[in-house]
T-cell receptor
Framework: EAGVAQSPRYKIIEKRQSVAFWCNPI?????LYWYQQILGQGPKLLIQ????????DSQLPKDRFSAERLKGVDSTLKIQPAKLEDSAVYLC???????????FGSGTRLTVV | QQPVQSPQAVILREGEDAVINCSSS?????VHWYRQKHGEAPVFLMI?????EQKGHEKISASFNEKKQQSSLYLTASQLSYSGTYFC???????????FGKGTTLSVSS
């Protein structure tokens, strides 16, 4: 089966600019996650979707981050405006049953300068 | 609450064994283990559920002690391909997203 697709692979922006990341999960996977991974650390959850509904966005910095999963398939994560500390790899993952093994995408490496 | 992994780093020669531990201050429903190689996405290794049995295949296995809220990953007769950073991810309830530890870096040399 095709894996989790993410784009772009890399992005460099200046602080205060906006950026958007796209994710297409494995077909049929109802649960989709966005994680932020800062260099040398474990992934940190930003938001969890079940179909097109939000299950957990308690750690999403809502003053600058937003995410949507229209139609319960692909998803977009946006940052506006970006800060230097947002430099990280943004990982999208999906799972077929809530709580089972996650399949991660290759991630988007964001550098804010 | 982020789970705590130990050790932070392990250096092995091919054929040696290693144990990586993961502990939580909260009751756990599930523990996942993932391996991430440099510049790549984490790859799922296995899941252990509350009330489940020890899991594993061939040379990689794991245990889950619900009472102690701990899990251990056992790597036997390590191979070069085992090198990478190992993360445990813990779930407190069915359906909640995983909280990942800071990782344990494993380096295997010939």
């Amino acid at each position: 089966e095709a894996g989790v697709a993410q784009s772009p692979r890399y992005k460099i922006i200046e602080k205060r600019q906006s950026v958007a990341f796209w994710c297409n999960p494995i077909s049929g996977h109802a649960t989709l996650y966005w994680y932020q991974q800062i260099l040398g650390q474990g992934p940190k959850l930003l938001i969890q979707f079940q179909n097109n509904g939000v299950v957990d966005d308690s750690q999403l910095p809502k003053d600058r981050f937003s995410a949507e999963r229209l139609k319960g398939v692909d998803s977009t994560l946006k940052i506006q405006p970006a800060k230097l500390e947002d430099s990280a790899v943004y990982l999208c993952a999906s799972s077929s049953i809530q709580g089972w093994g996650y399949t991660f995408g290759s991630g988007t490496r964001l550098t804010v300068v | 609450q982020q789970p705590v992994q130990s050790p932070q780093a392990v250096i092995l020669r091919e054929g040696e064994d290693a144990v990586i531990n993961c502990s939580s201050s909260k009751a756990l429903y599930s523990v996942h283990w993932y391996r991430q190689k440099h510049g790549e996405a984490p790859v799922f290794l296995m899941i252990l559920l509350k009330g489940g049995e020890q899991k594993g295949h061939e040379k990689i296995s794991a245990s889950f002690n619900e009472k102690k809220q701990q899990s251990s990953l056992y790597l036997t007769a390590s191979q070069l391909s085992y090198s990478g950073t190992y993360f445990c991810g813990t779930g407190n309830q069915a359906g909640t997203a995983l909280i990942f530890g800071k990782g344990t870096t494993l380096s295997v040399s010939s």
